[in-house]
């Protein structure tokens, strides 16, 4: 019944700027750990940036100070503002969540690319 959808991504130039959001469902992310993971081709899912309970943020160091999450409690919603982007930032980029520190879902996933 958790359900994560995401929007936001696409196709920028490097240096430019994107904000992803995730739509939350079954799931009160005020509650619960809530973030953002990205994969590349070839690669293994990272985490890039997670916000828990209480207010707590956690970046990726490939990340930290280009990016920020935040959260619309009233919403139920989860953001990520990326700024400065770069090529190596392109990947899928996942809404994920943490219900309860029992179970983790993942959303979709949006297409960020970030041409040179």
């Known amino acids: 019944q958790v359900q994560l959808v995401e929007s936001g991504g696409g196709l920028v130039q490097a240096g430019g700027s994107l904000r992803l959001s995730c739509a939350a469902s079954?799931?009160?992310?005020?509650?619960?750990?809530v973030g953002w993971h990205r994969q590349a081709p070839g690669k293994q899912r990272e985490l890039v940036a997670r916000?828990?309970?209480?207010?707590?943020?956690n970046y990726a160091d490939s990340v930290k100070g280009r990016f920020t999450i935040s959260r619309d409690n009233a919403k139920n919603t989860v953001y990520l503002q990326m700024n400065s982007l770069k090529p190596e930032d392109t990947a899928v980029y996942y809404c994920?969540?943490?219900?309860?520190?029992?179970?983790?879902?993942w959303g979709q996933g949006t297409q960020v690319t970030v041409s040179s």
């Open positions: 994920t969540a943490e219900k309860l520190g029992l179970r983790e879902y």
């Open positions: 079954g799931i009160i992310i005020g509650l619960n750990t």
């Open positions: 916000i828990i309970s209480g207010g707590s943020t």
